[in-house]
């Protein structure tokens, strides 16, 4: 996801005034609108021929040249229904076309001596980053519970020395703080896994088993794990037996073509129909993000094409 702190870093985060509440009335609000744009979806993809076992969403920034309201159109036509790591300045351009935000994308502030964290290198792994991030997710959290968005995602941040140990306590220590607010408002915090190897050198939630290891010390269903097939594929592999093994703590799945991270059709190594079925059968419900970065010219109908694919 280098991709993705490079686009974001320069997004202002929308600013939510800390004492903003979450009002009974505004979540049943969120929730009924939110339904009722889900059942409209639903009927948009009886008409494209969609099965529905999967939940279709990609990440706007492998779109980046391709204007939100435009991705929108386009993608509803074949089965899209989400839009995600996107900020809550553009919520309201999603609710426009009736899509949801399938994972709402990360804030980034500064620590007291400059520092700035919140993106995939400096994150929950320090002590030191945790009062700034606590400060920057909770109005985030606000925000996104308020459209009726349900995931928010987050990292570990780099290891620079730290054993894999002390980084679990420290990232335990620092996402305890926002657990409270998150089981409140209904948002699970994901913590996404990136591989340490080709994309994020030093990224400390680089295993499966690390990330679960982590799930269990915080101990609750509103922290859980953004499976990357792509980047769990470089660094791990046996990707259907770790989905069926772990499934429980995973919240989310990305898309991505390996090696490359392109298309996720006959041009890669892994084939994607039979891990789209391998997660239904776990009786997963929620999303999966096309998360590759098109090759070709013609960018939506290689989202299409990957949509279609997962279409199990």
């Not at 898309?255 to 298309?263: D, F, L, N, S």
Request: charged share 25%.
């Amino acid at each position: 996801m280098k991709e993705v702190e490079h686009n974001f870093s320069r997004r202002k985060f929308f600013k939510q005034s800390a004492g903003v509440s979450i009002g009974i009335g505004a979540a049943i609000v969120a929730v009924e609108g939110l339904k009722g744009r889900l059942e409209a979806a639903d009927k948009e993809l009886e008409s494209a021929g969609m099965k529905g076992r999967i939940k279709h969403s990609a990440c706007k920034w492998c779109y980046s040249k391709i204007p939100l309201d435009d991705l929108c159109t386009a993608g509803k036509k074949f089965g899209l229904r989400s839009v995600e790591l996107l900020m809550p300045e553009d919520f309201a351009t999603l609710k426009k076309h009736g899509m949801h935000c399938a994972m709402v994308s990360f804030p980034q502030g500064e620590t007291d001596k400059g520092v700035k964290v919140g993106g995939i290198t400096k994150a929950f792994n320090r002590l030191e980053h945790h009062d700034t991030l606590v400060k920057i997710y909770e109005p985030l959290i606000k925000a996104s519970a308020e459209a009726g968005f349900k995931n928010v995602i987050c990292f570990s941040g780099n290891r620079d020395g730290l054993d894999d140990e002390e980084g679990i306590k420290n990232c335990a220590t620092g996402l305890k703080r926002l657990l409270p607010l998150a089981e409140k408002s209904g948002v699970t915090l994901s913590m996404e896994l990136l591989n340490s190897k080709v994309n994020h050198k030093g990224y400390q939630c680089d295993h499966t088993k690390w990330g679960v290891a982590l799930c269990k010390e915080i101990g609750s269903e509103n922290f859980k794990l953004l499976y990357d097939i792509y980047h769990m594929q470089i660094m791990e592999g046996d990707v259907i037996a770790t989905i069926r093994e772990f499934h429980p703590y995973i919240s989310h799945y990305h898309t991505g073509g390996v090696p490359g991270r392109h298309e996720i059709d006959d041009t890669q190594e892994l084939y994607y129909p039979a891990i789209m079925k391998a997660i239904v059968d776990t009786g997963y419900k929620g999303w999966v993000a096309q998360e590759f970065i098109p090759a070709r010219k013609d960018k939506i109908a290689s989202l299409k094409q990957g949509v279609e694919i997962c279409d199990v």
